[in-house]
């Protein structure tokens, strides 16, 4: 991610199109979007309003993206019936805790828990698009909640050394 990162930061015109590079794709996600562009000295609501606004944006996209691929049939290859079988056999407990467990998945900050890898789970285990959509969403706001904060807190931190 940190070469994604340079290389955008050195070759994009507007340190804009790498907030949003950084937002819409998924690793980073709006996480990586925020944490550039506060480093990269731009207005923090206005980072975070755009990372999170084009993080969700990709939701739908990812949805495409997946059932134009089949995900959801190649991982079961992959990974074999045995799992799919545990998954099945636990269907009441996966039903009662997967949309929360997708929105803590989601709204976790660090990389490689987003938007991107909550859409892979929901769509792996058949929920709903709409209702997995939504708390997909949250998750992404809440993430991105964190990472502003956290960001602000050490932003401050670090100026009082100076």
Avoid: C, Q
């Avoid at 562009?37 to 923090?44: K, R, S, T, V």
């Avoid at 929105?103 to 709903?128: H, K, S």
């Amino acid at each position: 991610m940190v070469e994604i990162t340079g290389f955008l930061a050195a070759h994009a015109p507007n340190p804009w199109i790498t907030v949003s590079i950084l937002s819409f794709g998924p690793v980073s996600e709006s996480r990586g979007g925020i944490i550039y562009g506060m480093l990269a000295g731009l207005d923090p609501t206005k980072v975070f309003l755009v990372s999170v606004a084009l993080n969700i944006l990709a939701i739908p996209f990812i949805f495409w993206l997946l059932s134009a691929a089949r995900t959801a049939e190649i991982i079961r290859r992959i990974i074999g019936s045995r799992i799919d079988g545990w998954v099945m056999g636990n269907k009441k407990y996966f039903e009662k805790h997967t949309m929360l467990g997708i929105l803590a998945l989601v709204a976790l900050p660090i990389p490689g828990t987003g938007a991107w890898t909550g859409a892979v789970i929901a769509d792996f285990l058949g929920m709903p698009k709409k209702k997995s959509f939504f708390l997909i969403a949250l998750g992404v706001i809440l993430g991105a909640i964190a990472v502003l904060l956290g960001g602000e807190f050490f932003a401050g931190e670090a100026s009082a050394f100076k």
